[in-house]
């Protein structure tokens, strides 16, 4: 199976070019030239397989250049009992007294308590494979972008591999407490870490255009260097996102929740609009799934977009609770415009021409009638998140996080405007306690200390739920990052810490 750009079809690549290289030259995202389509008999054999065993069908099937024995390790390596607790990474919690049946896929059992570990375990794998065939010998320098989850993910799945180096940045008051702790304590020698002065748009506009610098992409081949990315627009970030909605469509069909072929809706707590389109890929690619939910914090441009059809970042910025969802530009989007309008690279070129010139583009009214079709979208702002952590935890014992309480509020919604009551899968993409605050203080009326761990040993206390032994640990872990710099110094900043200034 090959891969063509978003913005030219005519660029065609290999599965393991389209990881090493992360984005096309132009600045178009690889998406599959066809996908793998699965029968309902396919499925059934899914769910005779452990979650391992599951990854090892699907990915093989997209990876073709890849031999069976690379994908086995990078599989065997990535989804241990050790890094996500049991054999299950992706075990569900389900919710069933109201009218409406929750399945909450926890995807957050991983080394960082967030769900970017489903996909940044393997990519380091992925990766050091593809850039061995493609660009055999060379030093891989991912460059990351992160509103939080990726960064400390991305840090903890490349620590110390061989044959790369990592260096992330993030919005200096973009970030939970808890998340700036988890980065700027990240142990390895291939590691760097940075604040940037701005927000998460601003972070990513600047890696972006790092990436498609021709001076600095010399000075990097000179050296024997090449960038690449482990932000959700590598390919191979979206592929193990697939995984867990066949995954979880298998557990509940063995757990008597659904019988093979009955429907079900997703519903996904979205920024970057990665999980949600890893969950168009599996409908595409034949799970029966009827409804996608795209839930959105204050930052709704997603909202907007799915109602209207245009698409307008020109907005205010808002820094929410659930700050990994604080995005104005979701890059995967531009996946799903490229497969509904049938592959059309000359639009969506447009479309993207349009955005980074004039803040905004429309889609014409057939792609908004698929969409539409497709797609329902709806927003939570913090208080009814707030509202909604409250309501769960004291109604259904449930503790959620403020991004999986999103994606809940907005389904609630769903559900009360159509009526529709087939078994949603919520995709729960954070442990509660790495919001420790937020979640306390919409469970107690009580004073909060200012201490984060402090209130993480709070939340435990009151919840009689245990502290996830990662963020545990960190009370005690030394600071070894605390530099920030300004947007327009992140290049210099690149270079420095290269070496190769
Ligand atoms: C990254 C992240 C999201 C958004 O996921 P996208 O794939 O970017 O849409 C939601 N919740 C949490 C906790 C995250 O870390």
């Known amino acids: 199976m090959n891969y063509n750009s978003t913005r030219n079809k005519s660029a065609v690549v290999s599965a393991s070019q389209a990881i090493a290289q992360g984005i096309s030259d132009e600045g178009g995202l690889f998406v599959p030239q066809q996908l793998p389509k699965y029968t309902e008999e396919d499925i059934k054999a899914l769910a005779a397989m452990d979650y391992r065993g599951r990854a090892k069908k699907i990915m093989s099937d997209f990876l073709s250049d890849f031999s069976e024995e690379e994908i086995n390790e990078s599989v065997e390596a990535a989804y241990t009992a050790e890094k996500f607790g049991s054999d299950n990474p992706a075990p569900i919690s389900y919710i069933e007294s109201g009218d409406t049946a929750m ?36 030093q891989a320098v991912i460059l990351v972008a992160t509103s939080g989850d990726t960064g400390k993910a991305a840090l903890e799945g490349f620590c110390d591999v061989d044959g790369t180096k990592i260096m992330v940045f993030y919005p200096v008051n973009g ?32 890696v972006k255009k790092i990436f498609t610098n021709n001076e600095i992409k010399s000075k990097l081949e000179k050296n024997n260097m090449l960038f690449s990315s482990a932000n959700s627009i590598n ?19 063995n757990e008597g929740k659904l019988s093979l072929g009955d429907k079900i809706n997703v519903c996904v707590p979205t920024g970057n609009f990665g999980n949600i389109l890893a969950s168009f890929y599996a409908m595409t690619m034949g799970l029966p799934i009827a409804k996608f939910i795209c839930a959105s914090n204050s930052n709704n441009v997603l909202t907007e977009f799915i109602q209207t059809g245009t698409y307008d970042r020109q907005r205010q910025f808002y820094t929410t609770i659930s700050p990994s969802m604080d995005i104005l530009v979701s890059s995967n989007l531009e996946r799903l415009l490229y497969h509904l309008t049938d592959g059309d690279d000359k639009k969506v070129s447009e479309w993207m021409n349009s955005l980074s010139a004039e803040g905004k583009y429309t889609v014409d009214d057939d792609v908004k009638a698929r969409i539409q079709s497709l797609f329902f979208g709806g927003f939570c702002d913090d208080e009814n998140t707030q509202k909604t952590i409250r309501e769960l935890y004291e109604n259904e014992n449930y503790l959620a996080d403020t991004h999986t309480a999103v994606a809940v509020n907005v389904y609630q919604q769903y559900a009360e405007k159509t009526g529709d009551k087939t078994p949603t899968v919520i995709a729960s993409t954070a442990s509660p306690y790495k919001f420790s605050k937020s979640v306390l203080s919409a469970i107690t009326d009580e004073k909060l200390s200012d201490d984060e761990f402090t209130l993480v040993d709070e939340l435990s206390k009151k919840t009689k739920t ?5 963020l545990a640990a960190l009370k005690s872990a030394e600071v070894r990052f605390t530099k920030e710099c300004a947007v327009d110094d992140m290049p210099a900043v690149v270079l420095e810490s290269l070496h190769i200034g």
């Open 103 to 138: 399945s909450v896929l926890e995807l957050w059992h991983g080394p960082t308590c967030a769900f970017k570990d489903m996909a940044l375990q393997i990519l380091p794998h992925l990766l050091t494979k593809s850039v061995a065939k493609t660009y055999n010998g060379k």
């Open 175 to 206: 970030v939970s407490p808890m998340q700036k702790r988890q980065m700027a304590s990240q142990k390895g020698n291939n590691v760097s870490v940075v604040a940037i002065e701005g927000n998460f748009d601003d972070a990513q506009t600047g």
């Open 466 to 470: 245990a502290v996830p032994a990662p």
């Open 235 to 253: 390919w191979g970030r979206l592929l193990p996102q697939i995984v867990y909605y066949f995954s979880a469509y298998c557990d509940m069909v």
